[in-house]
């Protein structure tokens, strides 16, 4: 069922859309939750994908190197050895059961790829081939391993147009350039949730998407930092409306910084440069990581790698003096830069105007990838608190949510084996839960509120930009909340945030049209940077310890007596932020000093 649009603008009444399920999201996770959906209800199942982009320009396009199995096809490997090296990765906060479901399932979804369309590179044999990643290895740890099945250097481009045609070619209906507002849940954060509302890019209005299941699947929130690999649309939309919503968010202190950023600018150069055997070169012109872990070197942990090319730049030794070092690819040669690792290459030479034979490359850390997020089962059901109440009717995948297989630190290729194994899976569980599932209702209050808050923000006529807030929140948290952390700078941090929340009640715009309005969804997207800032800067200002990817100076060492345990941020009515905490699950490996 349908309504007719009534009028133009959020004070007109909400065009209404009727569906099964709905999946916020249209990246890698989403669309396999969406084709998964669609398989199990058949051809009267109505399924819907909303998403604020056209689903091929999703981020998981941007992923580069690969993704992990361990199939074998060049050297030996098991999954075990794979679920050994993902809970070391991590710092032991992984939970161990999750990751084994992870490591388990991976061979078979790469098959399952394989045979919906995947262009995978091939060995002379036919066989997939696959390529070293930071922290794979051999036998729990004796030397790297080829466990990452690639293609070229645009894995995550082939696995979203693979999936997105799948989800064509079932009938799978695609609602895009629709910017998710709030969920519908009528009885409140204990009740089923039973949709979400949307503003319509192209005309302003507001949408009800009306169903029996909501998956997010809404990314990660990047752009809450200055110097980022991260889209700009990246700004953590659907884990801000869980925790608005009363829900918790599970170890947002956990974010990733990636090694290899291009200098200034951010944007990624995979760890498969450093896989086909890359080098990173102080500016003393030193391969300085086999001082920092001696056996995997420039193929250690991200997070490792990022604390090492810090410490290199603290003691003087970056590229004259600056904060950047080298990657040293000239040695590689044409074949592997042009054939195995082309956008890459072209990257370095548009945006440097640099030659990757004979000339060295900038880098640095840039923010990458949130650990944390909405805490779900290992089949995408949401987790209200630590006690592990579901909340009805909702389920997340993909980097928005917490599985809880990266820990403290993800492993390379580890993020697109997760989104397909538990976009898939969530997929499944979600389908089978809509039989006994009640019918949707409305909710007129989320309706009322976010039709309310975007009337004023049209009509306001005085007040702070957006992009002036933004600006000053991404600087504060690479400063604050980045690589290395403090006590005093993370308390800093939170007042910060505090006040620019505060800031943030009164924006202007200069747009006041309805029709793509971005000054009106940049306003928008704030809102969800400033939770997510909120969350992460809390939750690292309590963990006095280092763990993967939180190093505190003032706590240097890891402390598995307190911590080896998740938090749980949570903002009550009264506008606090509550942390509760929950225990790792350990099944098989006990928690070891961490070295490469």
């Not at 490997?77 to 710092?91: I, M, R, S």
């Not at 956990?254 to 291009?262: A, E, K, L, S």
């Not at 993909?398 to 084996?417: D, K, P, Q």
Request: proline share 4%; charged share 25%.
């Amino acid at each position: 069922m349908s309504v007719p649009m009534i009028g133009r603008g959020p004070a007109a009444a909400p065009r209404v859309h009727v569906l099964d399920a709905v999946v916020v999201g249209a990246g890698g996770a989403g669309l396999y939750a969406a084709l998964e959906l669609k398989r199990r209800l058949g051809t009267a199942g109505r399924v819907g994908v909303v998403s604020k982009l056209y689903p091929t320009r999703s981020h998981t396009g941007a992923a580069q190197g690969g993704v992990c199995a361990a199939l074998g096809n060049t050297e030996e490997d098991h999954w075990e050895w794979h679920w050994w090296d993902t809970v070391k990765g991590g710092d032991y906060l992984v939970d161990q059961d999750a990751a084994e479901v992870m490591c388990r399932d991976a061979a078979q979804t790469i098959r399952d790829l394989e045979h919906l369309g995947l262009p995978f590179d091939r060995t002379p044999d036919g066989l997939i081939d696959q390529r070293r990643f930071g922290g794979h290895t051999r036998n729990h740890g004796e030397a790297p391993v080829r466990r990452s099945c690639y293609s070229a250097d645009r894995t995550g481009h082939a696995i979203l147009q693979t999936l997105y045609q799948q989800c064509i070619r079932h009938d799978v209906t695609f609602f895009d350039e629709y910017q998710v507002l709030d969920l519908l849940m009528p009885d409140g954060s204990g009740g089923h949730v039973s949709g979400v509302l949307a503003l319509r890019l192209a005309s302003g209005e507001l949408t009800v998407f009306l169903a029996r299941g909501v998956l997010f699947a809404t990314g990660g929130f990047g752009m809450v930092y200055k110097v980022t690999s991260n889209a700009h649309t990246l700004t953590g939309d659907g884990v801000a409306i869980a925790y608005r919503r009363g829900l918790a968010l599970e170890d947002m202190e956990f974010y990733q910084f990636h090694p290899t950023g291009m200098y200034r600018l951010g944007f990624l150069l995979s760890e498969a440069m450093r896989g086909e055997g890359g080098i990173l070169r102080n500016g003393d012109g030193e391969r300085f990581m086999e001082r920092y872990a001696p056996t995997m070197k420039d193929l250690a942990g991200r997070d490792v790698v990022s604390r090492s090319i810090y410490q290199e730049i603290a003691a003087g030794r970056g590229i004259n003096g600056e904060d950047f070092v080298h990657l040293d690819v000239r040695h590689l040669g044409a074949e592997i830069l042009d054939h195995k690792l082309p956008d890459m290459a072209g990257f370095i030479r548009t945006y440097f105007g640099l030659e990757p034979l004979t000339d060295l490359v900038p880098v640095q850390p840039t923010a990458h990838y949130a650990m944390g997020g909405i805490p779900t089962d290992v089949d995408g059901r949401v987790l209200a608190d630590v006690d592990g109440r579901v909340v009805p009717g909702f389920f997340a995948a993909g980097e928005c949510a917490c599985i809880s297989v990266h820990g403290a630190n993800r492993l390379g290729t580890n993020s697109l084996l997760d989104i397909l194994v538990f976009g898939r899976r969530a997929g499944e569980a979600m389908a089978d839960g809509l039989r006994d599932a009640p019918s949707p209702g409305r909710d007129p209050e989320a309706e009322a509120r976010s039709a309310a808050r975007l009337t004023e923000l049209l009509r306001t006529t005085d007040g702070e930009r957006p992009a002036t807030i933004r600006a000053e929140l991404r600087e504060l948290m690479f400063t604050a909340c980045g690589v290395y952390r403090s006590g005093a700078g993370l308390a800093a941090g939170r007042a910060g945030v505090a006040a620019l929340r505060g800031r943030a009640r009164r924006l202007r715009l200069d747009d006041h049209g309805v029709r793509y309005n971005t000054d009106l969804t940049d306003a928008i997207e704030l809102g969800f940077l400033l939770d997510c800032a909120e969350a992460m800067i809390i939750s690292a200002e309590a963990r006095t310890e280092t763990r993967g990817a939180h190093a505190r100076e003032d706590f240097p060492e890891r402390d598995d007596a307190r911590w080896m345990r998740h938090t749980f941020a949570t903002r009550p009515s009264d506008g606090t932020v509550a942390l509760t905490y929950k225990p790792v699950t350990v099944t098989e490996y006990q928690p070891a000093p961490r070295v490469y």
